[in-house]
C-alpha cells in the first residue's frame, strides 16, 4: 500500500462520469464511504486499482479517479488477483454483488481465501438482481415474491427449485461461508450507516491479506431492505473475539440478528509475499546444471 502526502478531497476522487444507480440505491453510501476511506488512508490514488464484474456495482471503477478494470460476471476476483501479482505495491479493490461475488463468482471465493492475496472484497449485497430486473439472487430470502419468479399452481412460489416447485431454496449466508473458507478478515457493514462501514473499510484495506466486507445496500427499485436492515442490525456483542473462528463462525449463524461488525480477523503471509520469497530464492532443483541433462536428452 503507497500513500500520499497530497490532501485529497472527494471532489478530487470523482471522475468525470456521473453514477447512474437509482436513487436511493444503497452503492451511493458505498461509493461515498470509499472516497472517504482514501482520503483518510491517504492512498496514492495512483497506486489504487478498482476491479468489477457485471451488475450494478459493476459499473463502480468508472466513477473514482484511479485505475480501474470492468471485467465479465463473476470473474472479478481472478482479474484482481492478475493485478496485484502483476504490480504488488498497488492496493487492489475488489466491487462486487451479491449475484457476482456469490453466484456465478462463488466458485472463486474458496481459492482467492487459499491463497490469502492482498485483495479487498467489497460485495454489495441487495438480495436481488437489480440491473436485470429484479430476479432472485443467491442471498434472496426464500419468499421473496419478484417478476421474474414462477408461478406454481397461480401462485408465486418465490426462488424455486427446478426438480420440485412446491421447494423453496434456503438463501446462502455469505458471513458464514467465508468464515468456513477461512478468509483472512470477514466484516459486514450496513450502506445507509456510512461511519461504521468507513470504519470497516479502511481496516479491510489495512489488513494484509484477503478482505472480504459484506455490505448491506438495498435496492429501492426491486427488493427494498431499508426498513427491515434499519430494525434488526445491531453492533457485534462488546466481548465479541474476532480471533475466536469459532465465535465468529456460531454468530454469523445467528441470522435472526443483523449483526454488523469485524466478525473475523487472522493475521497469515499473503500470497504476493509467498511468491516473492519463491522468486528471490530459486530452489536448486531449478537451477540451470539441475535441467541441463534433460534438456540434452531432447537434443538427440
Not at 152 to 160: I, P, Q, W
Not at 216 to 232: G, H, K, M, N, V
Not at 245 to 270: K, N, V, W
Request: aromatic share 8%; charged share 20%.
Amino acid at each position: 500500500m503507497i500513500t500520499t502526502d497530497v490532501k485529497y478531497k472527494v471532489s478530487d476522487l470523482k471522475s468525470d462520469v456521473k453514477p447512474i444507480w437509482c436513487p436511493g440505491c444503497g452503492d451511493f453510501g458505498v461509493l461515498s464511504a470509499v472516497f472517504r476511506a482514501i482520503i483518510d488512508l491517504q492512498l496514492d490514488p495512483s497506486h489504487l486499482a478498482i476491479i468489477s464484474g457485471i451488475g450494478c456495482s459493476g459499473r463502480f471503477p468508472a466513477f473514482v479517479n484511479a485505475y480501474g478494470f470492468h471485467g465479465i460476471h463473476g470473474r472479478a476476483l481472478p482479474l484482481a488477483t492478475g493485478t496485484k501479482l502483476a504490480n504488488p505495491e498497488l492496493t487492489v479493490l475488489v466491487a462486487g454483488g451479491d449475484g457476482d461475488a456469490f453466484s456465478i463468482g462463488a466458485g472463486h471465493l474458496p481459492h482467492a481465501a487459499r491463497r490469502n492475496i492482498d485483495l479487498t472484497y467489497v460485495v454489495m449485497d441487495n438480495s436481488i438482481y437489480g440491473l436485470t430486473k429484479g430476479q432472485p439472487s443467491a442471498t434472496s430470502p426464500s419468499d421473496v415474491l419478484v417478476q421474474s419468479t414462477v408461478k406454481h399452481k397461480g401462485r408465486r412460489k418465490g426462488t424455486v427449485g427446478l426438480l420440485n416447485l412446491a421447494q423453496t431454496l434456503e438463501p446462502v449466508n455469505p458471513i458464514a461461508m467465508a468464515i468456513g473458507y477461512n478468509i483472512g478478515f470477514v466484516a459486514r457493514a450496513f450502506s445507509a450507516r456510512p461511519k461504521e462501514l468507513n470504519e470497516i473499510l479502511k481496516a479491510a484495506v489495512l489488513h494484509r491479506g484477503f478482505s472480504l466486507v459484506q455490505v448491506i445496500s438495498p435496492c429501492t427499485t426491486f427488493f427494498d431492505t431499508y426498513d427491515l436492515w434499519r430494525e434488526i442490525a445491531e453492533p457485534l456483542p462488546e466481548d465479541h473475539d474476532p480471533s475466536d473462528r469459532l465465535l465468529a463462525f456460531e454468530r454469523a449463524l445467528e441470522t435472526d440478528r443483523g449483526y454488523m461488525g469485524i466478525f473475523y480477523r487472522q493475521e497469515r503471509p499473503s500470497f504476493e509475499d509467498q511468491v516473492a520469497k519463491l522468486v528471490s530464492q530459486p530452489s536448486d532443483a531449478f537451477a540451470p546444471t539441475a535441467i541441463a541433462p534433460l534438456l540434452d536428452a531432447f537434443r538427440r
